[in-house]
Nanobody, 126 residues
């Protein structure tokens, strides 16, 4: 059974940094393209970042580019999202997602992913 577990969320101040982790189980991690999405209250889920199977390529939403960094350690079966210079508008539930679909390399759309975590809340106070 595939399970994705996010961790690292919490309450932070504007300007702070935070690192989220995603630890999948039940899948061959290195064969999955991975991504981060977020959903703020009253808004639709939106793309944050994606990383290729090898970790050699990544993509970001324009709202986080230059502040967030996605990475993965295939030996540890873990993906990370390093968030710097956090803003109140980054407040959301953050979800990690995994895609087994071979045509997905850096997926920006949620329907490109077939496994999802339960999410971790990040709240940024001003």
């Amino acid at each position: 059974q595939v399970q994705l577990v996010e961790s690292g969320g919490g309450l932070v101040q504007a300007g702070d940094s935070r690192r989220l982790s995603c630890a999948p189980s039940g899948l061959g991690f290195s064969t999955y393209a991975m991504g981060w999405f977020r959903q703020a209250p009253g808004k639709e889920r939106e793309f944050v970042a994606a990383i290729s199977r090898s970790g050699g390529n990544s993509d970001y939403a324009s709202s986080v580019r230059g502040r967030f960094t996605v990475s993965r350690d295939n030996a540890k079966n873990t993906m990370y999202l390093q968030m710097n210079s956090l803003k109140p508008e980054d407040t959301a539930v953050y979800y990690c997602a995994a895609s087994s679909r071979l045509f997905v390399r850096l997926g920006r759309n949620s329907d490109e992913y077939n496994y999802w975590g339960q999410g971790t809340q990040v709240t940024v106070s001003s």
